[in-house]
């Protein structure tokens, strides 16, 4: 189960869920490409990775689009510029709503960290905190759908590592 903290003194929605799967399957999922693909976004999306360079200032570009059966019809492209890669424990990256060429929307950007903890054997703690400029901008994000849409990514990401077999695997 997902649980979600709204820290309004502190301008942070904090979305976190233990997961079914190792740290290093759980950290594999948010650094590599194939990986990304199979989870990332909310239940009725699918996902375009464009580019994912792992490193400091490095960049993973993705897009967003609505399953057919979808009710919007409306692509969402990020892009999320990373700042700190301490595998595999903490990716902290500035997640922003782009343009297709990977342009960054001013105003857009989120300062996120993923911490990934052990809990138990098999099983890992995803923690995602997004940082926003204004109260004002955690509000919206919220009324936009943020909380459901986190919730069902962490939902996605739980039954992909279920199904992951936790050694020796392939995407």
Not at 83 to 96: G, K, M, N, S, V
Not at 136 to 146: N, R, T
Request: proline share 6%; glycine share 8%; aromatic share 8%.
């Amino acid at each position: 189960m997902t649980t979600v903290t709204r820290d309004r003194e502190g301008k942070r929605l904090i979305v976190e869920r233990d997961v079914r799967g190792s740290a290093p399957l759980v950290w594999a999922c948010w650094t590599e490409a194939a990986r990304l693909r199979q989870w990332w976004g909310p239940h009725g999306w699918r996902t375009d990775v464009l580019e994912l360079d792992l490193r400091i200032g490095g960049r993973w570009r993705y897009r967003l689009s609505p399953d057919r059966e979808h009710d919007l019809l409306e692509e969402h492209w990020g892009t999320a510029t990373y700042e700190i890669i301490d595998a595999p424990t903490l990716l902290r990256f500035l997640d922003a709503s782009s343009s297709p060429d990977g342009s960054v929307t001013a105003g857009s950007e989120m300062p996120t960290n993923v911490r990934i903890t052990p809990s138990s054997p098999g099983r890992t703690v995803v923690t995602i905190t997004i940082g926003f400029r204004t109260l004002d901008d955690l509000e919206q994000a919220e009324a936009q759908g943020m909380v459901e849409g986190f919730t069902d990514t962490l939902e996605r990401l739980h039954h992909y590592t279920a199904a992951t077999p936790q050694q020796g695997s392939t995407p």
